[in-house]
């Protein structure tokens, strides 16, 4: 008999209602393959574009209902899910005009010419098709934006796939409500329900990244669930891209001169970001490298005096509490930490924020300290106290790939485009996806040049799965060679039929 799957209350622990049950291999294969059947009804950009934008708007109508029932599973409150529900509702409002605009079809045609090379070119025209059905696995801590309605699904269906979601088990009856509000916008539009499929349980996640049917799958959570789920990816017979955030430290930098400058906002802005929605964001930065000395002192008394005022607050679930807990408690044994403000346990459900000092030498100088490189989900981050830039550059050259790194410089500093800043700079480029100055990472905007990605384990590929590039992950080229008018695509037709931007023999139109 199939588990069933249960609403639970993060404040108290308890089960509120059972939603559903946990889906059965021959349910996955189900859900997969009806996805697969209907693909071609995702073939009109235009029904494309429409149904997006009504998902959109049924998801603002249901909007009290929805963060309701995100707020009972996951505790994060209503001001916080009110603006994740509106960046949901943008994502699948921006994805509808990138269908409508067409460039994300990367239409390229070169004409015949004889003369051009060692080899006569033929006529080639090229664009991008949808790769079929793309299994998308939702985030804990964004029950919206990265989860049913989130931005996989929606890039996804934009690139005409269709989309099987596993639902996290720490928000089903969130999942169910969004599935059905995704199901009625299809259906306003003439397009079957299954264009999206709802499953839920542990298995059934490994079920859908194994089925021959799945063409691609996008993932965000923990480096293990993630790097097993790539794996089983890339074990089929047939492997499939998969597209994975799986973690990030997101490396803070403050100079000596920024410190000197502004340590006490520095040091305020920087507990705002670490206990943003309890710590629980994907960008929250986890490791500080601040200078040693009198402006670093400040810095720190500054941060000791703002997380020591945050309220505390409840995670995700229980598993998540115990993960934070025992790894606070793990950093803090190691030799030479120190705990200014000690985060960890509060009350029978909360958690308090707090943060830990090292000598940044004892993280450049070998492996004792590795733990405190890794990311610890929650409102802690660790500062390390520098010397000298010989020691931040020893410390950034042992991190693995992240999300973010961001640097705080001193006006000076940042006004010059050679010396110290410039070298800096070099040295966070190859870390990171998203590179900030003066800034603090929480908070990624939606839009057209937005980055969110990184070197492995902060993703397993090159792409991001926020901004309107991030279509192009279910996506592949086809080229048409000496192909009849007749028979080409109407995007590749030599007049143009529906108007598109393209490049032609080099040059661009439209």
Request: proline share 8%; with cysteine; glycine share 10%.
């Amino acid at each position: 008999m199939a588990a069933p799957v249960w609403s639970v209350d993060p404040r108290t622990g308890k089960q509120r209602e059972q939603v559903a049950t946990e889906a059965t291999a021959e349910e996955v294969d189900r859900a997969v393959r009806d996805a697969h059947a209907v693909r071609g009804a995702l073939a009109d950009r235009t029904v494309r574009a429409a149904f997006l934008r009504t998902a959109a708007d049924l998801l603002d109508e249901a909007g009290e209902h929805v963060i309701e029932a995100a707020d009972a599973e996951t505790a994060l409150g209503p001001g916080r899910l009110t603006g994740e529900l509106a960046r949901t509702t943008y994502q699948l409002r921006s994805f509808a005009d990138t269908v409508d605009e067409g460039a994300f079809l990367d239409i390229l045609i070169d004409h015949p010419d004889p003369d051009a090379g060692p080899v006569p070119r033929p006529d080639l025209r090229r664009y991008k098709v949808p790769l079929g059905v793309v299994a998308v696995y939702s985030a804990s801590n964004f029950p919206l934006a990265f989860s049913v309605p989130g931005g996989d699904t929606a890039s996804a269906l934009a690139a005409g796939c269709p989309v099987v979601v596993k639902a996290h088990p720490d928000h089903p009856a969130t999942s169910e409500l969004c599935a059905c509000l995704l199901r009625r916008a299809a259906a306003r539009h003439g397009l079957p329900e299954a264009v999206v499929g709802l499953v839920h349980g542990f298995d059934a996640g490994l079920e859908l990244v194994r089925h021959p049917l799945v063409a691609a799958a996008g993932f965000t959570g923990s480096v293990r669930g993630g790097r097993a789920l790539f794996d089983a990816a890339a074990a089929r017979p047939a492997p499939i891209p998969f597209h994975g955030e799986l973690g990030s430290l997101n490396p803070v930098v403050v100079t000596e001169a920024a410190a000197s400058e502004r340590a006490e906002r520095i040091g305020t802005g920087l507990a705002g970001s670490v206990t943003l929605g309890v710590g629980q964001f994907c960008v929250k930065p986890g490791l500080v490298l601040a200078p040693t000395g009198e402006a670093g002192d400040r810095l720190l008394k500054s941060l000791t005096e703002a997380v020591s005022d945050t309220a505390e607050g409840v995670l995700l679930d229980p598993r998540m509490r115990e993960a934070f807990v025992a790894g606070v408690r793990a950093r803090a044994a190691l030799t030479g930490v120190q705990s200014p403000v000690t985060p960890g346990e509060s009350g029978e459900t909360a958690v308090s924020a707090g943060f830990l000092t090292v000598p940044a030498a004892r993280l450049a100088d070998g492996e004792d300290h590795d733990l405190l490189l890794e990311e610890c989900f929650g409102p802690v981050t660790v500062v390390a106290r520098y010397a000298d830039e010989a020691e931040v550059s020893a410390v950034l050259g042992r991190l693995p790939g992240n999300l973010t790194a961001t640097v705080h410089l001193g006006a000076q500093e940042a006004a010059q485009s050679e010396g110290p800043a410039a070298r800096l700079l070099a040295e966070l480029i190859p870390l990171a996806g998203r590179v900030l100055v003066n800034g603090w990472p929480t908070g990624v905007a939606v839009a057209p040049a937005q980055h969110h990605g990184g070197p492995y384990p902060a993703t397993t590929s090159a792409s991001t799965s926020v901004g309107g590039t991030a279509i192009e992950r279910w996506l592949r080229p086809v080229v048409f060679q000496s192909t009849p008018e007749a028979l080409l695509p109407p995007e590749l037709r030599e007049d143009n039929p529906l108007r598109l931007p393209r490049r032609v023999d080099g040059r661009r139109e439209n």
